[in-house]
Nanobody, 122 residues
Framework: VQLQASGGGLVQVGGSLRLSCAASGRTVSRYDMGWFRQAPGKEREFVAV????????SYADSVKGRFTISRNNAKNTVYLQMNSLIPEDTAVYYCAAGSSFISIARHEIDYWGQGTLVTVSS
């Protein structure tokens, strides 16, 4: 499975961005999918996860209420809608595929995508 993240860029505080993660090589419809981020000088952290059916989601406390994860299995794509962005959201964002909801939250990942940079300016 190859995961290609896109949609990053420069945005002002309070703005919005929508990240996409397109999968190729194999369907990810049976994988739970997640987003992670890594800010400069910090460890990679969990952001959000969605179950293979899309019926369950979970978020890090730092993004809850501002970010929304979704997926379109017909398009083999996962999305991260980010609203009310703040400078602390500045990071490289990575998508990932895992075998279960809990495994993703534990960073136990089967496939990583390359990152896309999000920069929030104040």
């Amino acid at each position: 499975v190859q995961l290609q993240a896109s949609g990053g860029g420069l945005v002002q505080v309070g703005g919005s961005l929508r990240l996409s993660c397109a999968a190729s090589g194999r369907t990810v419809s049976r994988y739970d999918m997640g987003w992670f981020r890594q800010a400069p000088g910090k460890e990679r952290e969990f952001v959000a996860v969605i179950s293979w059916s899309g019926g369950s989601t979970s978020y890090a406390d730092s993004v809850k209420g501002r970010f929304t994860i979704s997926r379109n299995n017909a398009k083999n794509t996962v999305y991260l809608q980010m609203n009310s962005l703040i400078p602390e959201d500045t990071a490289v964002y990575y998508c990932a595929a895992g075998s279960s909801f809990i495994s993703i939250a534990r960073h136990e990942i089967d496939y990583w995508g390359q990152g896309t940079l999000v920069t929030v300016s104040s």
